[in-house]
């Protein structure tokens, strides 16, 4: 069993900064590949961003690009997301993903979550 703890959201003003953290309880670099998704109220979880294991390879949904970066560090068991310039419309849960085989977009491809962490920007 994974756990998977988030941390660093906020209430923050737009064009701020925060850098989400999502801790887990076991090594996961060997094996795991992750991702962050978001849930904004009334709305679908979608897709944000993912990481394979090593880190060395990332893809974020389009809309995404440019002020979102995802990264981890394997010796810390955590993978961070960076969003600067944040904006009214990125008010949502962010939640952290993982999966032993899963490297995708889709919900459904990750078997552990995370509780999340909210993140509210005021405009």
């Known amino acids: 069993q994974v756990q998977l703890v988030e941390s660093g959201g906020g209430l923050v003003q737009t064009g701020d900064s925060l850098r989400l953290s999502c801790a887990a309880s076991i090594h996961t670099g060997s094996t795991y590949a992750m991702a962050w998704f978001r849930q904004a109220p009334g709305k679908e979880r979608e897709f944000v961003a993912s990481?394979?294991?090593?880190?060395?390879?990332?893809y974020y949904t389009n809309s995404m690009k440019g002020r979102f970066t995802i990264s981890r560090d394997n010796a810390k068991n955590t993978m961070y997301l960076q969003i600067n310039n944040l904006k009214p419309e990125d008010t949502a849960v962010y939640y952290c993903?993982?999966?032993?085989?899963?490297?995708?977009?889709?919900?459904?491809?990750?078997?552990?979550w995370g509780q999340g962490t909210q993140v509210t920007v005021s405009s």
């Open positions: 993903a993982a999966d032993p085989t899963a490297w995708g977009t889709r919900v459904d491809s990750y078997l552990y």
């Open positions: 990481i394979k294991r090593t880190g060395e390879t990332t």
